[in-house]
């Protein structure tokens, strides 16, 4: 359950919705603050941070040189990673506004799989570091082209967005039109990350490329908060009214369609000057394995995922995260139907942001040692009953809420309830990157660990969208008021309102999944859990990777 600063286990999703955990939201970089899942947000996704290929065997010619030295290439890479996170904070909102707009929780399943291309971006990665042209620079050679087309697809959708979300004629918001073109928005996003993420590599000397992964951290954090936060925000016509204006509007101080219109053409105003300003590194030479082929790479993955001990991990960890799928997908959509406004859930993330920073430091001494999967396995019940926490957090906020609201002690509670679930999150996704850093085989380590993170987004995004399309078959209605009919379908609910009824939930289907889903993550805990824990007892030859090349 996490604010929505969306939004990957592993993923970089931010921060919770994200779908990454309802409340719970990006990489290898920090598990996504959003209000939607595990996949979409656990997070969001630090894992992924890591290359595809090993750190080329970088030769400085010059002599060392001091991060002063490289400060513009610092502060490119710094913005690059803002405008990476733009989209995804974005894309983070768009659920808790559907919500808003009473659009059923089968609709917000299917758009959950927007979140989806951070985590498959292996798929694709290979053809992107493989491909390119010599002239032009390798890495330039897909950011220049791919940001081109980010920048005028938010200038497109900025016409189109209002129209697709509803806001024109009254309409019911396009579900599927929207699923379809923020897939491609992400897609593109997830396509640039590949990109920056090589350039760092080769843009920085060996002596500063360690600020690559604070560039990456910070940038998506802070372009995340700028797509969720800051705009869901200024898009709140109470919001802005209370604390920013003198006179009420009816409107916020932004809109979808101008914060798009204004993102698309810093897109393209930077993507020029990168183009025609920023050189790629000539001096640098990247080894054999980093210039390995396509196909070489793809039979690499191949061979990996048939060893043994990794298929044991994959069955283990994409079953994992089922006990904590109705709290992180759902929990940050009901609170907002219950009432609570969208805009603050997500400034709930503010005060988390500390804490997040603090608390992969603390853990890693506990995960530091030959056994981190211990961690994992500790942390796992405590974090399934919040589960049951959150379902009573749901079932209490009606009976808070006032005219004005909700009561400042309401806000503390979740705020507290939120920051204790960090805690177990966290303790459970650094246990998971130590784990796959201290199993990967080194001589392949960029492509063994993001497979291994690869799959462990996958374990969260899955049982999000299953969690998020269950709410409504597993939800009772009756209708009141118009005898002889029923609410089973969408069909027979227009008719009982037409008759003058109205549809009354008997039984909220989040509640039937919350137990469900607690008692599944308790049976995988109890029988399954000793198993992933042994996984770490496995001899080192076990992990080891046999190549032929």
Request: with cysteine.
């Amino acid at each position: 359950m996490s604010p929505t600063i969306s939004c990957k286990d592993s993923s970089r999703q931010r921060r919770p919705g994200s779908y990454q955990n309802s409340l719970d939201v990006m990489k290898s970089e920090s598990p996504p603050l959003d209000f939607y899942g595990d996949g979409h947000a656990e997070t969001v996704g630090a894992g992924d941070r890591v290359a595809l290929f090993q750190e080329p065997d970088v030769r400085p010619l010059g002599t060392p040189r001091g991060y002063r030295a490289e400060l513009g290439s610092i502060l490119l890479l710094l913005f690059l990673y803002v405008l990476q996170g733009i989209p995804l904070g974005l894309a983070g909102s768009i659920p808790l506004i559907l919500q808003s707009k009473n659009v059923s929780y089968t609709d917000q399943a299917f758009f959950s799989f927007v979140f989806w291309p951070f985590s498959l971006k292996l798929l694709w990665a290979p053809l992107v570091d493989a491909v390119y042209f010599r002239s032009f620079g390798r890495r330039k050679s897909w950011l220049v082209p791919t940001q081109y087309i980010l920048g005028l697809f938010m200038m497109y959708l900025s016409v189109q967005v209002d129209s697709l979300l509803g806001e024109k004629d009254g309409k019911t918001p396009d579900v599927v039109a929207l699923t379809v073109t923020f897939f491609l928005f992400e897609f593109l996003a997830a396509t640039q990350d590949i990109a920056v993420d090589g350039w760092a590599l080769t843009m920085l000397s060996r002596e500063n490329v360690g600020y690559a992964s604070t560039c990456n951290s910070v940038g998506q954090t802070a372009g995340y908060f700028l797509g969720n936060v800051l705009f869901l925000a200024l898009e709140s016509a109470s919001f802005c009214n209370k604390y920013l204006r003198f006179h009420p509007q009816p409107r916020g101080i932004v809109t979808l369609s101008d914060f798009l219109f204004f993102w698309g053409a810093v897109f393209l105003i930077t993507t020029t000057l990168v183009a025609l300003l920023k050189k790629e590194n000539k001096e640098r030479t990247p080894s054999k394995d980093e210039t390995k082929g396509i196909m070489d790479t793809y039979k690499l993955l191949f061979s990996i995922v048939k060893m043994p001990a990794v298929l044991t991990f994959c069955a283990l960890i994409l079953t994992a995260k089922i006990g904590f799928s109705a709290a992180d997908a759902v929990t940050g959509l009901k609170l907002v139907e219950e009432g609570v406004p969208k805009e603050h859930l997500a400034l709930l993330a503010v005060p988390m942001v500390p804490l997040q920073i603090i608390l992969p430091l603390i853990i890693s001494k506990y995960t530091a040692g030959p056994q981190p999967l211990n961690t994992f396995y500790k942390a796992m019940p405590f974090r399934l009953l919040f589960g049951l926490e959150f379902a009573l957090l749901v079932w209490w906020t009606p009976k808070v809420k006032y005219e004005g609201g909700f009561p400042i002690y309401y806000y503390i509670i979740l705020l507290l309830s939120y920051a204790l679930h960090q805690v177990t999150l966290y303790s459970m996704y650094v246990a998971i990157m130590a784990f796959n850093a201290k199993v990967s085989d080194p001589l392949i380590g960029g492509t063994y660990m993001t497979l291994l993170n690869t799959v462990s987004n996958l374990g969260g995004n899955w049982p999000a969208t299953l969690a998020l399309w269950l709410v409504d078959p597993l939800t009772a209605k009756e209708c009141v008021g118009a005898q002889g009919h029923n609410c089973g379908t969408t069909a027979a609910a227009e008719l009982c309102t037409k008759e003058g009824g109205s549809c009354i939930i008997t039984l909220d289907g989040y509640y039937v999944e919350s137990v469900i889903c607690m008692t599944l993550g308790f049976v995988w805990w109890l029988f399954l859990g000793p198993k992933f824990k042994k996984l770490q007892d496995e001899r080192a030859s076990s992990w080891k990777c046999r190549r032929t090349s």
